[in-house]
C-alpha cells in the first residue's frame, strides 16, 4: 500500500520524506496549545551537548515544539544565526549528520567551517585533538564532532571553549540521533508528550540492536527511560545474552518501565507499537553488522499501524519492501533531522529571540 500522503497536511511547505507516513508538525504544536517551552529551552544556552543525559522529558518535548516550529512555517527570513560560524568536524564517515548540521546552520542564516574528513587535518600528522580544540575556539561559535574513538570528547574538551555537540563518538553515544528519534515519534502520536499519556495511547517498544556497543540504539533507550508516563513496556532484542553495556545498566535497574530482553524477534513482534531497529555495531576499531535472523520485510508479522525507526545508513536489516507501507517512519524521520538540529543549535547559540512570533511558556 502507497502510503505516500499519509498524515500530509497543506499547512506545512516543508521538503519531507518520498515514501511511507508523512508526519505533520502542525498535530504536535495543536496538541502543545502552540505554546513553546522557552524556559526549558533557555537552560541549553551555551551548554556543550555530549550525552542524552543532560536531556530530561521536558527538555526533549521543549526541542521537539521548536522543531515542530521551525519545520510548520519559513523562518530563514528571521536570520536566527547571522554572524554565527559552525564547525563541523568529522573524524568519521558521515553523510546524514554532517549534511543535516551543515543544512540547518545555512538555512538559518549562519556559516559553515566543515572538516569532511580526519585524514585533511593535523591528525594525519600526529596533531592531537586537545591542540584541534584550542585552534577551534578561535575558528567558531560551536563544534560539532564526529569521532570514532569513545574518549574524543574528554581529549577536544581539555582546551576548547565553545560549545561542542556530539555527533558520535565511537560506541559512545549519540545525542542529537535520538532527539531526532523522539521528535519523529512525538509527531506522530503527540500523546507520547504527556507526563500522563493516556493508557490506551502507551507505547511498547521494541529495540533490535545491542544498546552497548551500538551508539544511536543507546542514546535511544536513555531518552526512552524518560518517557515512563508513555512507554509501558521495552523489549530488546538481540543475539547477545547481556546486550545492554554498563552505561546503561544503572539507569534501566532505576526504571519504573518494565523491560525484558529475548533473542526471538519473532516471539514479540506482534506486540510491539515502535520497532526500532540498528543494522551497525561498533566493536573495538571496526563495525559488524546485525545478525540475518532480525530482518524485517513487508511479510514480517508487524502490528496493524506499528511502525520502523532506524537511524540509517540500513543495509538489509529492513527490506525496501517496506518503503510503501505504512510501517515506514524510518524515511520521515530522517526528514526531520534538520528542524530538530536547527532547535538545537538556535537554544545553544542563545538565538532564541530571533525567531519572531516564537511566543511559549
Known amino acids: 500500500m502507497n502510503t505516500s500522503n499519509h498524515d500530509a497536511s497543506p499547512l506545512t511547505s516543508a521538503a519531507t520524506n518520498s515514501k511511507g507516513r508523512r508526519l505533520c508538525p502542525i498535530a504536535l504544536l495543536d496538541y502543545c496549545d502552540r505554546k513553546i517551552d522557552r524556559e526549558a529551552l533557555q537552560t541549553l544556552a551555551g551548554q556543550s551537548i555530549l550525552h542524552p543525559r543532560q536531556f530530561n522529558r521536558r527538555t526533549v518535548v521543549a526541542i521537539s515544539q521548536l522543531a515542530a516550529l521551525l519545520e510548520s512555517r519559513n523562518v530563514e527570513m528571521d536570520k536566527p544565526l547571522d554572524g554565527k560560524i559552525a564547525i563541523t568536524a568529522f573524524f568519521e564517515a558521515s553523510t546524514r549528520t554532517r549534511l543535516s548540521f551543515e543544512s540547518a546552520v545555512l538555512r538559518l542564516d549562519g556559516k559553515v567551517l566543515s572538516v569532511p574528513d580526519g585524514q585533511v587535518t593535523g591528525i594525519a600528522k600526529g596533531e592531537s585533538l586537545a591542540d584541534i580544540g584550542e585552534m577551534f575556539n578561535t575558528y567558531g561559535d560551536v563544534v560539532i564532532m564526529r569521532h570514532p574513538d569513545t574518549n574524543c570528547l574528554d581529549e577536544i574538551g581539555k582546551n576548547l571553549q565553545r560549545p561542542l555537540i556530539n555527533a558520535g563518538n565511537g560506541s559512545g553515544h549519540h545525542p542529537t540521533q535520538a532527539l531526532i528519534d523522539w521528535y519523529a515519534l512525538l509527531k506522530w502520536r503527540p500523546e507520547l508528550c504527556r507526563a500522563d499519556?493516556?493508557?490506551?495511547?502507551?507505547?511498547?517498544?521494541?529495540?533490535?540492536?545491542?544498546?552497548?556497543?551500538?551508539?544511536?540504539?543507546?542514546?535511544?533507550?536513555?531518552?526512552a527511560l524518560m518517557f515512563s508516563g508513555a512507554v509501558k513496556k521495552i523489549t530488546l532484542i538481540s543475539e547477545l545474552a547481556d546486550p545492554v553495556g554498563l552505561d546503561l545498566t544503572e539507569p534501566i535497574e532505576e526504571s519504573p518501565i518494565e523491560i525484558e530482553i529475548i533473542n526471538d524477534v519473532q516471539e514479540v513482534l506482534p506486540e510491539l507499537d515502535v520497532v526500532y531497529v540498528n543494522s551497525i555495531a561498533f566493536l573495538g576499531d571496526s563495525y559488524r553488522k546485525l545478525d540475518a535472523r532480525y530482518k524485517l520485510d513487508a511479510s514480517s508479522d508487524l502490528k496493524s499501524g506499528a511502525v520502523i525507526l532506524h537511524p540509517l545508513a540500513r543495509n538489509d536489516e529492513v527490506s525496501e519492501n517496506l518503503d510503501e507501507t505504512e510501517h515506514n517512519l524510518y524515511f520521515a524521520q530522517a526528514a526531520g533531522a534538520v528542524f530538530v538540529r536547527q532547535s538545537l543549535l538556535t537554544s545553544v547559540l542563545d538565538r532564541l529571540d530571533r525567531i519572531s512570533g516564537l511566543g511559549g511558556s
Open 197 to 223: 499519556c493516556p493508557p490506551e495511547k502507551r507505547v511498547h517498544l521494541g529495540i533490535i540492536g545491542t544498546p552497548g556497543s551500538m551508539r544511536a540504539v543507546k542514546s535511544f533507550v536513555r531518552l
